[in-house]
């Protein structure tokens, strides 16, 4: 106690003469605010403006559609094994088509999701990749598990992060 | 005995012995794909390659027998190499299936991939493509290309299913596997080939794509296909059954079980016709009661008739333990001695292999544990003649459907005064009965079997019912069991409120006035050893996994 008397009285003692009239303190502050409002603008007028954001960003996973309309995921389960967070779950099927398999079901829940990225990076046919999207809003649980209809995006919308993956991963 | 040495450790093995087998007796794994302890030795895989001293070159383990004073390396650096290089020339011609491979996590060649191979391939070159999606049989699923051409299937059904059907076919990289002209792999133990096929070249046609084996939990129990009651595994997944796969039991199946046991032993248990609730039979149709409800009415009912107007019909479904709390219910409770069970006897099903013509697999413990008349008491034909007389008015029949015994009953089925059953499924018998009682299935209970060798074996829970709890009940967790919640559609799986049979006698007994003081199907079991002198001296834990044999040459008094 007696130590913070001390440090207080040091302190008043230590104030020079400018500082205890505390003018030019002030305009030094409002200089500093003058000049942030004169430079470029980080904060954007969200939502009537959007972020668009890099290659690099980790928004919400989603499945590739390829052009002909098929997913491309074979519903191997590899993505919800790794996932730390069990968001997804995978229902696979038997498809006429030459990969033998598809999923019946995919379902990813969005509020599990912790968006880490590993069911992209674990994926070996490069079907569930990270979105741009980071609008995510519900109004009760069911509406945060995503199916099919929600996660698959054509191959041409996501062919950005696809790049950036085949460069960096 | 003589001597080998094995990575510096020096052991004993029997004359006649591979070195492989002698290995394996002391738990030293050398790698194999077509090795398998219960078939031919055929040589062909080259992975079990290891290096004897004075020996000029590598030998194969598994053909090579071992003499007194044999010096093996398993892990010598030319092991090694060699090892790797049969990987190497295995996954050649190996596709990248994994992903859509059912054998994912259970594969041999997944499995040794990490173990024994260098984890890179310098074949660039187009693979071999042969058919894939084949169908050998009604249940076998053939990939042509996952294939390693061990010959494990071919020798399966020369040996063990003694039904030649199998054949390789071309040669080189072209070698595949087919059936016979005119054939099919349709023995009653094709599906043992799933097992054994250390790839996934065959799978299972039935649980094709159901799961990944890595989600599933597994459950040691007994097939209750017959009364061999072959030893197997229950897999679950969200408390649903996805497939049985037999588990080693030398004294009972070996590595074996039949296609009947794997595919119509499970189905029922998460079928849509499964009893949920007790149901009593009020002015003519089936209403839905708490079990409260129904313990009251049914035993203000059964008070109201005399003890030769009663008979309870036991269940070679049902374990020992519930069997017995029949018994005792019958005998002490209601006072009557018409006590008997249905017998399926079917000698069609019977085969030199495992099969049985009895189709429960627990009719010697339901009359060891005193399902039968006794004093006087009518046995099954008796009562179903006295049903017929209308001497028995009521009857009280356990886990069963009294019509696949005798079609005739159905009429005089509706003149009985009361109709009780406990019973999993509907059954045709459930539409004369006034009083339906849901009983648990063999995978939703612990209990004990008696096989046809005499051998008592236990089962325990592997799907959920409302009143049992994965992890306070002590059953296996998948990953998803343990960390699913409520919210998780995938840990949503359907929970029936069903009981043991013991468990319902026992709580309805207590309308009776008489309390029985078993807590667990244990308890019941522990006073089935006291007081039944076959059980002598045996408990739960002394069952284990593989069971015990029942002690039959003490004489009875
Ligand atoms: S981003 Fe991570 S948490 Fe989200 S679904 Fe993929 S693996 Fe799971
Ligand atoms: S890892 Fe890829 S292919 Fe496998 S289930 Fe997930 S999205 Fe589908
Ligand atoms: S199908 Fe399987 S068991 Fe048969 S030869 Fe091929 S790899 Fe071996
Ligand atoms: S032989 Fe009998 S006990 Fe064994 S699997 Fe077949 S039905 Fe089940
Ligand atoms: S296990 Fe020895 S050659 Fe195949």
Not at chain 2, 399 to 404: A, G, N, P, Q
């Amino acid at each position: 106690m007696t130590q913070i008397n001390n440090s207080l009285k040091k302190r008043k003692k230590d104030l020079t003469f400018w500082q205890r009239i505390y003018i030019p303190e002030i305009i030094k502050g409002l200089s500093l605010t003058m000049k942030n409002m004169l430079r470029p603008k980080f904060t954007m007028e969200y939502p009537e403006e959007k972020f668009i954001p890099p290659a690099s960003y980790r928004g919400r996973p989603v499945l590739v559609m390829e052009r002909s309309g098929d997913e491309r995921c074979v519903a191997c389960g590899l993505c919800s094994r790794v996932c730390p967070a069990l968001a997804i779950e995978v229902q696979a099927a038997e498809t006429e088509r030459e990969k033998e398999r598809y999923p019946e079901k995919f379902e990813i829940n969005m509020l599990r999701c912790i968006f880490c990225g590993l069911c992209e990076e674990v994926c070996p046919e490069e079907a569930i990749v990270m979105s741009k999207d980071y609008e995510l809003a519900f109004t009760n649980r069911d509406d945060a598990i995503y199916g099919k209809d929600k996660l698959l995006v054509p191959v041409d919308q996501l062919q950005d992060r696809i790049e950036f993956l085949r460069k960096y991963k | 005995m003589p001597k080998i040495t094995i990575d510096g450790k020096e052991l004993e093995f029997k004359q006649g012995q591979t070195i492989i087998q002698a290995a394996a007796d002391y738990g030293i794994d050398i790698p194999h794909f077509c090795y398998h302890p219960k078939l031919s030795i055929s040589g062909n895989c080259r992975i079990c390659l290891v290096e004897v001293e004075r020996m000029p070159k590598l030998v194969i383990a598994c053909a090579t027998l071992a003499s007194d004073g044999m010096v093996v390396h398993t892990n010598s650096e030319k092991t090694i190499a060699a090892r790797n290089a049969v990987m190497e020339f295995i996954l050649i011609n190996h596709p990248l299936d994994c992903p859509i491979c059912d054998e994912a996590g259970e594969c041999k060649l997944q499995d040794y991939a990490y173990q024994h191979s260098t984890g890179e391939s310098r074949f660039v070159e187009e693979k071999v493509h042969k058919d894939k999606r084949v169908q050998l049989g009604p249940h076998v699923m053939f990939d042509g290309e996952r294939c390693i051409s061990c010959s494990r299937c071919i020798r399966f059904c020369d040996e063990i299913a003694k039904d030649s059907e199998l054949t390789f076919v071309q040669r080189g990289d072209r070698v595949t596997i087919t059936t016979f002209p005119g054939e099919q792999l349709d023995n009653p133990y094709s599906m043992n080939v799933v097992d054994i096929c250390p790839v996934g070249a065959l799978t299972n046609s039935d649980f094709r794509f159901k799961a990944r084996v890595w989600d599933m939990s597994l459950t040691n129990s007994i097939c209750t296909g017959c009364s061999r009651g072959c030893n197997i595994e229950i897999w679950v997944r969200n408390n649903e059954i996805l497939r049985l796969t037999p588990r080693h039991n030398e004294e009972v199946n070996s590595y074996w079980m039949c296609d009947h046991g794997r595919l119509n032993t499970f189905k029922f248990v998460n079928a849509s016709d499964r009893i949920d609730c007790p149901q009593l039979r009020l002015n003519g149709s089936l209403k839905k009661v708490e079990w409260d409800e129904a313990f009251s009415f049914l035993s203000n009912k059964l008070k109201q008739f005399s003890k030769n107007e009663i008979a309870v019909i036991g269940s070679a479904y049902s374990t020992c333990e519930d069997n017995y709390i029949v018994s005792k219910f019958a005998k002490n409770t209601l006072g009557t001695y018409n006590v008997d069970f249905i017998r399926h006897i079917d000698p069609s099903f019977a085969d030199d292999i495992l099969r049985t013509e009895d189709l429960t697999p627990n009719s010697r413990g339901a009359e060891l544990v005193g399902v039968f008349p006794e004093k006087n008491g009518l046995d099954l034909n008796g009562i179903v003649r006295s049903i017929k007389d209308g001497k028995i008015k009521a009857l009280y029949l356990i886990e069963d459907d009294i019509l696949s015994f005798d079609p005739i009953l159905e009429e005089y089925l509706k003149k009985l005064e009361l109709f009780v059953i406990h019973t999993s499924n509907y059954n045709r018998s459930c539409d004369y009965a006034d009083v339906i009682l849901p009983a648990a299935t063999y995978a939703e209970k612990n209990g004990t079997f008696v096989n046809i060798q005499g051998r008592v074996q236990r089962i325990r829970p592997a799907v959920a019912t409302t009143e049992l709890d994965r992890s306070l009940d002590g059953m296996s967790l998948s990953r998803l069991d343990k960390f699913g919640t409520s919210f998780d559609r995938w840990a949503q799986g359907k929970k029936y409120d069903a009981k043991s049979t013991w468990k319902i006698l026992t709580n309805l007994s207590s309308y009776f006035g008489q309390k029985y003081k078993y807590q667990s199907s244990e308890d019941v079991f522990m006073d089935i050893t006291r007081n039944i002198s076959e059980f002598n001296g045996l408990d739960y834990e002394s069952i284990g996994l593989l069971g015990k044999e029942l002690s039959f040459d003490k004489v009875k008094i």
